[in-house]
């Protein structure tokens, strides 16, 4: 709608996980070393945190995307269910359809099929998204088990959890699962300047080539935003579609008023 207007070449402000708009601030680039750290060597299991709309979801798209094709990846975005469905839904999500008669039948079948990748030279990746929904404590006990299945020199699953901050909390009340994590990365907020940065980096990777912010604009905008990107993407897409309606050379303090 206000692309032409601004001369963009597609919209910088989509609440979409888009590898490509991943802004590489400091703590984006370790917590994507660490998350490919977990799995080049093998870890077992890593958890990354962070509050809502701080771009973990974005963060492990990118992780998917740096992996080549020896890897078997399974992705879980809403890990609403009981010890055999979660066994069954792992299953699903890595191609093996069916229905089983039981969790041990579901567990066997999982154990064989990541040790078929092993022996093929493949990783096995289990990503569990939204992991702070888990609310059963067989699946807890489940990812126990998974993490348990290893050769003498490596683990068959790499596991990787994503969730709110209250997934540590949770996982705490499960000491032999907390133990077996061995990486812990938490996503904060960004400050003011990774904020400014942020939403000028979104822009040029969007085709543009002008500041379309005042510096005056881009201060509100992280006042308003406490700088949570999901909340800057929100604040700067309707600033930019008011913006093409009135005609403005540059997003100012009053537009963003006008729009908040």
């Not at 940065?197 to 201060?219: H, T, V």
Request: with cysteine; aromatic share 10%; hydrophobic share 35%.
């Amino acid at each position: 709608m206000y692309l032409e207007y601004w001369g963009l070449t597609e919209k910088p402000f989509e609440n979409t996980p888009n590898p490509r708009f991943l802004y590489p601030s400091e703590q984006h680039r370790e917590g994507l070393r660490k998350l490919l750290y977990a799995i080049s060597e093998e870890k077992g299991c890593a958890l990354l945190t962070g509050e809502y709309g701080c771009g973990k979801t974005h963060l492990i798209r990118t992780v998917v995307k740096n992996l080549g094709a020896d890897y078997e990846i399974a992705i879980i975005n809403c890990p609403m269910f009981d010890g055999k469905e979660f066994l069954e839904e792992i299953l699903h999500q890595f191609g093996r359809g069916g229905e089983r008669a039981s969790r041990i039948e579901c567990f066997r079948e999982l154990s064989e099929f990541l040790y078929e990748n092993v022996q093929q030279e493949r990783t096995n990746i289990l990503i569990i998204d939204e992991a702070q929904i888990i609310d059963d404590p067989e699946v807890y006990e489940e990812l126990r088990l998974l993490l348990n299945i290893q050769l003498e020199d490596r683990f068959l699953l790499n596991i990787q959890l994503v969730g709110q901050p209250e997934l540590v909390e949770h996982i705490k009340k499960y000491p032999q699962l907390d133990q077996r994590i061995a990486i812990k990365f938490h996503l904060s907020r960004f400050e003011r300047d990774d904020t400014v940065n942020y939403i000028k980096y979104r822009l040029e990777r969007a085709g543009s080539d002008q500041q379309m912010f005042s510096d005056a604009a881009l201060f509100l905008i992280f006042k308003i935003s406490q700088g949570v990107p999901r909340r800057i993407n929100n604040i700067c897409d309707l600033c930019l579609m008011e913006g093409a309606q009135q005609k403005v050379k540059n997003i100012t303090e009053e537009i963003i008023k006008r729009v908040f």
